[in-house]
């Protein structure tokens, strides 16, 4: 119904940027919110940021507030992430997601909220 394409991870240096971007694709005008969500090896998928369906509202996990921005643009079916100051604790593969149902602030935390997955991309932050 909706395919979802991260592009844009890649390897970087400690203190480093990089944009990550995700295309959808499909039965786009079912779903509201997009996200980021990340996993490191050997431990569970997190909740990074997510973004209401006019771009208004935006949340954020606290260990990534002021460091990493969410954006969409609904002309392009695509959603972004700006990260800056990378740590090597950000390390992980990062997955795009949608969701048909609308959320607010903690209540878009939750991974079931969402409907749709990309397939991740990685993203490695040296020291």
């Known amino acids: 119904q909706v395919q979802l394409v991260e592009s844009g991870g890649g390897l970087v240096q400690a203190g480093g940027s990089l944009r990550l971007s995700c295309a959808a694709s499909?039965?786009?005008?079912?779903?509201?919110?997009m996200g980021w969500f990340r996993q490191a090896p050997g431990k569970e998928r997190q909740f990074v940021a997510a973004?209401?369906?006019?771009?208004?509202?935006?949340y954020y996990a606290d260990s990534v507030k002021g460091q990493f921005t969410i954006s969409r643009d609904n002309a392009k079916n695509t959603v972004y992430l700006e990260m800056n100051s990378l740590k090597p604790e950000d390390t992980a593969v990062y997955y795009c997601?949608?969701?048909?149902?609308?959320?607010?602030?903690?209540?878009?935390?939750?991974?079931?909220?969402?409907?749709?997955w990309g397939q991740g991309t990685q993203v490695t932050v040296s020291s």
């Open positions: 997601t949608a969701s048909r149902a609308v959320c607010s602030g903690s209540g878009c935390y939750s991974g079931s909220v969402y409907d749709y």
């Open positions: 973004i209401s369906k006019s771009g208004i509202s935006t």
């Open positions: 499909g039965r786009t005008f079912i779903t509201t919110m």
